[in-house]
């Protein structure tokens, strides 16, 4: 059962920006790791960015350093990723997902998730 929320996600030309984010319901998610994932078709799902509870400690695949940023707001239990100039490979579905403790690139980690939401990039 999806416990996080995403949205942002569309259709988009290559170049431009979107702006995901991702919502907790329950109040506990504050005080979790946070990352990000992405599947393409007949692909596996790959890790994208992740971030501690705090904020302190981020981690980017080398796919997307110096394009995308994540970042928090613990106040309002929310995960945002920021994606610029985006490409027609960074096509996926995106998935927020949480984890105690430090965060992680391998999804495994991972025992929670959103339901996903779409990103496409034209050329």
């Known amino acids: 059962q999806a416990q996080l929320v995403e949205s942002g996600g569309g259709l988009v030309q290559a170049g431009g920006s979107l702006r995901l984010s991702c919502a907790a319901p329950?109040?506990?998610?504050?005080?979790?790791?946070k990352g990000w994932f992405r599947q393409a078709p007949g692909k596996e799902r790959e890790f994208v960015a992740s971030?501690?509870?705090?904020?302190?400690?981020?981690h980017y695949a080398d796919s997307v350093k110096g394009r995308f940023t994540i970042s928090r707001d613990n106040a309002k239990n929310t995960v945002t990723l920021q994606m610029n100039s985006l490409k027609p490979e960074d096509t996926a579905v995106y998935y927020c997902?949480?984890?105690?403790?430090?965060?992680?690139?391998?999804?495994?980690?991972?025992?929670?998730w959103g339901q996903g939401t779409q990103v496409t990039v034209s050329s």
């Open positions: 329950e109040r506990t998610f504050s005080s979790y790791s």
């Open positions: 997902a949480a984890k105690k403790l430090t965060p992680a690139t391998w999804s495994q980690e991972y025992a929670y």
């Open positions: 971030i501690s509870w705090s904020g302190s400690v981020i």
